[in-house]
């Protein structure tokens, strides 16, 4: 047996001063990286393939190196570990920070084991990486060195493949496989790999949904496949499931809602590419308590301000559920404006270091925002 091993906590609060109180964000030295992702990878051996999670959880779609945008992200949803989080995927790739935005999160997945969790996107794998921009963001923010690269890609092999949250809501990156028709089909797989060209884990991770279509179709991606509402009804009627919530494919709304709600894409990357001029997302999930109307033990204050069914008819959601929408952050535009100057330098500006609570204090600078169009 594997003990996980442990880093310290003013070590791992130390590394998320790094990244939070520095603009831009300083990058952690390699060999930091190397022990972060170690003491990770011992700890996610024995995490199952679909973590078993609870509501109330905040759910985060493709994020792509929007460094800025995930720290959006934390002043519209709250930061952790006051707001659980569960991220989707495609952490890395396309913006300049995906550097600093993996960094962040594993970061913060080891100082919050139990209310941080992390899946695997199609991104999350060494072939695609080396094509879409993390491998040569890696090498020009560390000195043409590909070790970084090296030891976050083969961390990437031990993230789980999907969650359940309440036991009704089944989330994975991308989307269902032909070959899989039960949950304990993708249980009993052996994850710890990089992802295959096809079978069961790479159609979870390619995978979209179609309205246009019945049963599946192949992809056009050239991985995964496109699936009807036949599928989903199917594959939720098989495992006890009322929905199932991915990411993977841009929306410019922020989220997507298809079949009434059977299934929701959730988007995070605003102005995606610094370029799309889409909005972004945050799906919150409040309870999953779908037959009684304000159990008392799981109405939450978000609840009394804003009306469910409002908010189920023009989002497409389930009672409990929300779009939480966001627009880019001011660093994105001004990446749009420098362009790739950004990349790999960092300024020695220090900002003032708040006793001890950093992280508090990174977002006490600002008041939380408020989206009142979805608190009617
Ligand atoms: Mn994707």
């Not at 460094?67 to 570990?81: C, M, N, S, V, W």
């Not at 993390?134 to 590909?146: D, H, I």
Request: hydrophobic letters at 35%; one cysteine or more.
């Amino acid at each position: 047996m594997t003990v996980p091993f442990r880093i310290p906590t003013t070590d791992l609060d130390y590394c998320l001063e790094q990244l939070l109180e520095h603009k831009p964000p300083k990058i952690l030295p390699p060999e930091t990286i190397q022990q972060l992702c170690h003491t990770l990878k011992t700890q996610l051996l024995s995490v199952p393939n679909i973590m078993p999670l609870q509501s109330p959880i905040a759910v985060v779609g493709d994020i792509h190196g929007q460094y800025h945008d995930l720290l959006e992200i934390f002043q519209i949803g709250g930061a952790p570990p006051t707001t659980n989080y569960l991220f989707l995927g495609d952490y890395v790739d396309r913006g300049y920070y995906s550097v600093e935005t993996i960094s962040l999160l594993i970061t913060l997945k080891l100082r919050f084991p139990d209310r941080v969790f992390l899946i695997r996107g199609n991104h999350e794998s060494r072939t695609i990486t080396t094509n879409y921009g993390f491998y040569s963001e890696v090498l020009s923010k560390y000195n043409g060195s590909a070790d970084v690269w090296s030891y976050i890609t083969d961390l990437f092999d031990y993230l789980p493949l999907g969650a359940t949250i309440d036991g009704k809501i089944f989330a994975a990156h991308g989307g269902l496989s032909p070959s899989c028709q039960q949950l304990d089909q993708i249980r009993a797989l052996d994850r710890f790999r990089e992802i295959p060209h096809d079978g069961i884990m790479a159609d979870l991770v390619w995978s979209d949904p179609d309205t246009e279509i019945m049963d599946f179709k192949l992809s056009p991606r050239g991985a995964g496949y496109l699936f009807g509402l036949d599928v989903i009804n199917k594959f939720c009627h098989e495992n006890s499931l009322v929905q199932m919530i991915r990411a993977h494919q841009l929306c410019n709304e922020g989220y997507t809602s298809y079949w009434q709600g059977k299934c929701l894409t959730v988007w995070s990357a605003p102005n995606y590419c610094y370029r799309c001029g889409n909005k972004a997302s945050v799906l919150e999930i409040l309870h999953s308590n779908y037959d009684s109307k304000r159990t008392s033990t799981t109405t939450s204050n978000y609840e009394d301000r804003f009306d469910s069914t409002k908010i189920c008819l023009r989002q497409g959601v389930l009672p409990g559920q929300f779009f939480n929408i966001f627009e880019a952050s001011p660093e994105n535009d001004e990446d749009t404006l420098k362009g790739k100057s950004v990349n790999g330098i960092n300024s020695e500006d220090e900002y003032a270091v708040n006793n001890g609570d950093f992280f508090s204090g990174f977002f006490r600078e600002k008041s939380r925002k408020q989206h009142v169009e979805y608190f009617l």
